[in-house]
């Protein structure tokens, strides 16, 4: 596995028609750590996540501004090769989304796409992706069937199986756990805390307890800017920032 | 006033389930009508005999291999091109006032009557291509014809896809084609298949656009290049020159079990794909 790597982001802004989503993001995520990002509904948490793995081409209104430097690539230069990009930078989305495949399949779709052809190579990666992602033990025995068959909890975690997969550097996770049980919950927050010494992991999340039990650093978005970012044990205690506090205390949001 | 609910419950379960009723009731008298008349004259040799004295007697043979082989025509040129054109409509294109006329064009080629078609595929491939009546000529008549069904059932079947199922696959590193080929299409298959089942169905039953192009020779064709008639044409043939009704009837209840045939067996494989990909 490469090295996870350090994400510098200078003043960002996106733009989805003439809406302002992000407006001047300047944030540093080191390697091996645990970005949270939390605020409330429309505050451009999702935009930059998907700025992240310029998922946001594919809406032919947004439009990028500033910089981002995933180690020494420019990920926001329009030379930068998108397609290898986001075989380094995965992503989990808030609804589990399994492809119409077998769980096998599903799993083996990034490897794939990189070329990897060979059975007992396959066979390694999704055994492992699997394990990884605390769901091998209880689907080992059926790989074949549908991924459609899994519960919610498991297909969310097949998802994040299935990033691991493509072994990334990074790995962005947009609000995971939003449709899960506490339990499945928990199978995704145990899984995180087991990656987060190999890859550089970045949170939305809108629990901001969840943020508070996994994250290292913690960041609060509204309205497209970002208003404090800091190791989350000060950030949960001794906010700098008002709005920051009335956030977390619960007062809006 | 007011009618009491239960009165206009009763009117509205009485007018539907007339019409679904009345529906069903004139397409199973066509089917019993034409298949009473039609399967007394039906027998092996009917199948498998080739016609004598213009159809009055002898079977249908060659009629046959001419209404098998000229929609597999239409559909093996319309196919890729209709399907080609709806990827581009849908995934390699944002909607602009170009893709708009493009959809405008092909539904208005869709309402054009086919006898147009019969005569421009006569005018353009007969004539001034010098192809002559064929089978490829026909073929290409009615894969024009078809054009349009194709397009418009892909494109929906395409636009139905999740566009969840798309950010997934780019998210992992897929390029636009091979999100494409593994994702989209794949998951598209049955509509799309549907309106290939359409377009089989409506080349099957076509006359006038084959007559003009494919003609309506009785013999047994070599290549692509020879002229062939289909059980639709023969049976408007037998009928309209009163050469002999009852080879006709017969010749209508072997092309109306052909359409089933085709229906049922491309419902049963499209089941079994859809299995195989959810179980």
Redesign the interface.
């Known amino acids: 596995m490469s090295d996870p790597v350090q994400i510098s982001v200078r003043n960002l802004s996106v733009y989805y028609g003439k809406q302002h989503v992000l407006r001047g993001i300047t944030l540093d995520i080191p390697s091996r750590h645990v970005l949270g990002i939390i605020g409330p509904a429309g505050s451009g948490k999702t935009a930059f996540l998907r700025t992240l793995?310029r998922?946001n081409d594919?809406n032919?209104d947004s439009r990028m501004e500033g910089k981002i430097l995933m180690g020494e690539t420019e990920i926001t230069h329009s030379d930068c090769d998108v397609?290898?990009l986001?075989?380094r930078v995965?992503?989990v989305?808030a609804?589990p989304?399994p492809?119409?495949?077998s769980i096998y399949d599903n799993l083996a779709?990034?490897p794939r796409?990189?070329g990897i052809r060979k059975r007992f190579q396959l066979d390694e990666i999704v055994e492992r992706s699997l394990k990884a992602a605390v769901l091998w033990e209880e689907v080992k025995d059926r790989l074949q069937?549908?991924a459609?068959r899994l519960s919610g909890g498991q297909q969310q975690r097949l998802?994040l199986a299935?990033?691991l997969a493509?072994e990334p550097e990074v790995v962005l996770l947009d609000e995971p756990c939003s449709g899960l049980d506490p339990i499945s919950t928990a199978r995704i927050e145990e899984a995180l805390m087991t990656l987060k010494a190999t890859h550089t992991i970045v949170l939305v999340t809108n629990n901001t307890k969840q943020a508070a039990r996994v994250a290292d650093t913690t960041a609060f978005f509204l309205m497209g800017e970002l208003i404090e970012v800091g190791p989350t044990s000060r950030l949960f205690v001794a906010p700098t920032d008002s709005r920051t506090n009335e956030y977390i205390s619960g007062r809006f949001g | 006033m007011r009618v009491p609910p239960k009165v206009t419950q009763a009117i509205a379960v009485a007018l539907f389930g007339g019409a679904t009723v009345l529906t069903l009731a004139v397409l199973v008298f066509v089917i019993v009508f034409v298949l009473g008349k039609g399967l007394p004259v039906v027998s092996l040799d009917f199948l498998l005999q080739s016609p004598r004295e213009m159809g009055k007697a002898g079977g249908i043979f060659p009629t046959l291999v001419g209404t098998f082989l000229l929609p597999l025509v239409a559909v093996a040129i319309a196919f890729p091109l209709g399907v080609g054109t709806s990827v581009y409509l849908t995934e390699y294109t944002v909607e602009s006032r170009m893709t708009g006329v493009i959809r405008f064009g092909t539904d208005c080629l869709a309402g054009i009557p086919s006898i147009i078609f019969g005569l421009f595929g006569y005018i353009f491939f007969v004539e001034i291509l010098q192809m002559g009546w064929c089978i490829l000529s026909g073929g290409l008549t009615l894969a024009i014809m078809v054009l349009p069904t194709i397009i418009r059932t892909s494109e929906e079947a395409i636009k139905a896809v999740p566009t969840s199922y798309r950010e997934v696959s780019f998210s992992l590193g897929a390029t636009r084609w091979e999100t494409v080929l593994k994702v989209v299409l794949p998951t598209a298959l049955p509509g799309i298949v549907t309106g290939v089942m359409l377009s089989i169905g409506r080349s099957i039953g076509e006359t006038a656009a084959v007559i003009f192009t494919a003609g309506a020779s009785l013999r047994l064709p070599d290549s692509l290049f020879d002229s062939v008639r289909t059980m639709a044409v023969h049976f408007y043939i037998l009928a309209r020159e009163g050469i002999s009704i009852e080879n006709a009837y017969g010749t209508a209840a072997i092309l109306i079990i052909a359409v089933l045939l085709v229906n049922a067996v491309s419902y049963g494989l499209m089941n079994r794909f859809i299995a195989r990909r959810t179980k």
């Open positions: 793995n998922l594919l032919p397609v290898s986001r075989k995965g992503m989305f609804l989304v492809l119409p495949l779709y990034g796409l990189s069937t549908s459609f998802c299935r990033v493509m």
